[in-house]
């Protein structure tokens, strides 16, 4: 039911813009967010965005560099990532939560897209 997209390998410095494309049922009552997971590390939060758009959260090892938006009408949630550094590396996920607190917590998540890859080379 979440589909993410928009991976792929870039150079230090550069961007990417992730795409999460909901089906099936409707996300707007949801909080959506974005985790990674580096290689060989665990599962790590990265962004989140409420329900009416009007508040976002960042790990602090993104802040500044990444965006993360939804379109209610389209049911899709983004995630613009600038000035990526090879740290960013990793698998990324998208979700979808529908619990009222704790969201940088990937387990109050309950819908999960399938993750796309984003390598950055230095």
């Known amino acids: 039911q979440l589909q993410a997209s928009g991976g792929g390998s870039v150079q230090a410095g550069g961007s990417l813009r992730l795409s999460c494309a909901a089906s099936?049922?409707?996300?707007?009552?949801?909080?959506m967010g974005w985790f990674r997971q580096p290689p060989g590390k665990e599962r790590e939060f990265v962004a989140h965005?409420?329900?009416?758009?009007?508040?976002?959260a960042y790990a602090d090892s993104v802040k500044g560099r990444f965006t993360i938006s939804r379109d209610i009408l389209k049911n899709t949630a983004y995630l613009q990532m600038n000035s990526l550094k090879p740290e960013d590396t990793g698998v990324y996920y998208c979700?979808?939560?529908?619990?009222?607190?704790?969201?940088?917590?990937?387990?109050?998540?309950?819908?999960w897209g399938q993750g796309t890859l984003v390598t950055v080379s230095s």
């Open positions: 965005i409420g329900r009416s758009s009007g508040s976002t």
């Open positions: 099936g049922r409707s996300f707007s009552s949801h909080i």
């Open positions: 979700a979808a939560s529908g619990a009222t607190y704790d969201y940088a917590n990937a387990g109050r998540y309950d819908y």
